[in-house]
């Protein structure tokens, strides 16, 4: 959990210094230059494809169960490793600030979890892969339009069905998850395309646990199951559009 936090937030400095550096670069800028593509956003709809990279994360909510032998697991996140995400986007004109997008997504990626036992400091890894069809329905608020740069921000809903769901692991995790989602980004307008980089947080709502494990067959693997309340899974997504 300490782990997340901080790279939360190392990339929201990050992302917050980048989007303070450009905003002062357009304040500073003393001439306007030949806008790009100046008409594409009034477009009724308009369309184009992604690809970026994301970390996966679980919150653990843990409650301190023993079985008879004493035993007590504990649930952390030791490390991540970036995925991989590809998808459309469709985008459709509200206002002169507001747009509703949507788009169909694909992520590959992984979770990795370290099982520790407080009475013999034994631990246990275990690797999860997902790969995540998910449809993020989003709003973007998008400033006002300088040369050929126009910063914005976005939040929505992102309904999320997991692939990979494998059974007689330590945990086993639901297939469906909803994520709500917010971010910060930038139109960048070139001659022939419009090119969009975009950070955003992403949590899940739902337990995500599944505790009713039918599917064991050693029954000494319950205990880790047991000893979770609940888990929400968290990700940050980092996109580049092409429009």
């Known amino acids: 959990m ?6 939360h937030n190392r990339i929201l400095k990050g992302a917050l210094l980048c989007l303070v550096s450009m905003s002062s670069l357009l304040v500073s800028a003393q ?5 790009f593509r100046p008409y594409i956003d009034q477009r009724r709809f308009h369309y184009g494809f992604l690809i970026g990279t994301h970390m996966q994360d679980l919150e653990i909510k843990q409650n301190g169960y023993k079985d008879e032998n004493g035993n007590q697991w504990f649930v ?9 995400s590809v998808g459309i986007l469709g985008e459709m004109y509200l206002t002169k600030h507001l747009s509703l997008r949507l788009i169909p997504t694909m992520h590959f990626g992984t979770k990795n979890l370290t099982f ?10 275990m690797s999860m892969k997902s790969t995540y069809i998910s449809l993020p329905l989003d709003l973007k608020f998008s400033a006002e339009r300088f040369n050929n740069y126009r910063p914005y921000m976005m939040a929505g809903v992102n309904p ?3 692939l990979t769901i494998k059974r007689q692991k330590e945990l086993l995790l639901k297939s469906f998850d909803c994520y709500l989602e917010a971010g910060l980004g930038c139109d960048f307008y070139a001659p022939w395309f ?3 980089p975009e950070i955003k947080f992403c949590y899940g709502l739902r337990n995500i646990i599944d505790k009713d494990r039918t599917d064991i067959t050693d029954k000494d693997m319950l205990i880790f ?5 609940s888990g929400r899974s968290k990700m940050i997504v980092l996109t580049l559009y092409f429009e």
């Not at 300490?2 to 790279?7: A, F, M, S, W």
């Not at 952390?76 to 991989?84: D, L, S």
């Open 160 to 162: 999320t069905l997991d």
């Open 116 to 125: 520790r036992n407080e009475l013999n400091a034994k631990k246990q890894y």
């Open 194 to 196: 419009k090119f969009i």
């Open 31 to 35: 001439t306007r230059k030949v806008m």
């Open 225 to 229: 199951t047991e000893s979770v309340n």
């Open 2 to 7: 300490n782990n997340y936090i901080q790279l």
């Open 76 to 84: 952390e996140v030791p490390n991540y490793e970036p995925g991989f």
